[in-house]
């Protein structure tokens, strides 16, 4: 079982930047991912990364201005988000994939991600 505990969250103005971090108990050469729901929408994609760290994938509406990547060594995941507009607000979630992920297709979808953080609140103001 993996443990996920996001950060990083908060109130930011548009055009602003945050990291969100996710820690977890081991990352054990999985598959990770981050998802946002925003109130009255399902949740999201957002983006992922491979186990090796070779391989990323994004969103279109957030490609360009966020970047994944882990630290292994840590066990910490993090969402670089730049340029943050108003429609970005949301409860961002870091996610394990269940290791069979090999395509984007597959990465973007939440069934098939094994474990979830809690959860943590951004805020973009315009």
């Known amino acids: 079982q993996v443990q996920l505990i996001e950060s990083g969250g908060g109130l930011v103005q548009a055009g602003g930047s945050l990291r969100l971090a996710c820690a977890a108990s081991?990352?054990?050469?999985?598959?990770m991912g981050w998802f946002r729901q925003a109130p009255g929408k399902e949740r999201e994609f957002v983006a992922a990364?491979?186990?090796?760290?070779?391989?990323?994938y994004y969103a279109d509406v957030v490609k360009g201005r966020f970047a994944i990547f882990r630290d292994d060594a840590k066990n910490m995941i993090y969402l670089q988000m730049n340029s943050l507009k108003s429609e970005d607000t949301g409860i961002y979630y870091c996610?394990?994939?269940?290791?069979?992920?090999?395509?984007?297709?597959?990465?973007?979808?939440?069934?098939?991600?094994?474990?979830w953080g809690q959860g943590t609140q951004v805020t973009v103001s315009s």
């Open positions: 996610a394990s994939d269940k290791d069979f992920c090999r395509t984007y297709e597959c990465y973007s979808k939440s069934q098939n991600y094994d474990y």
């Open positions: 081991s990352l054990n050469y999985h598959h």
């Open positions: 990364i491979n186990k090796s760290g070779a391989t990323t």
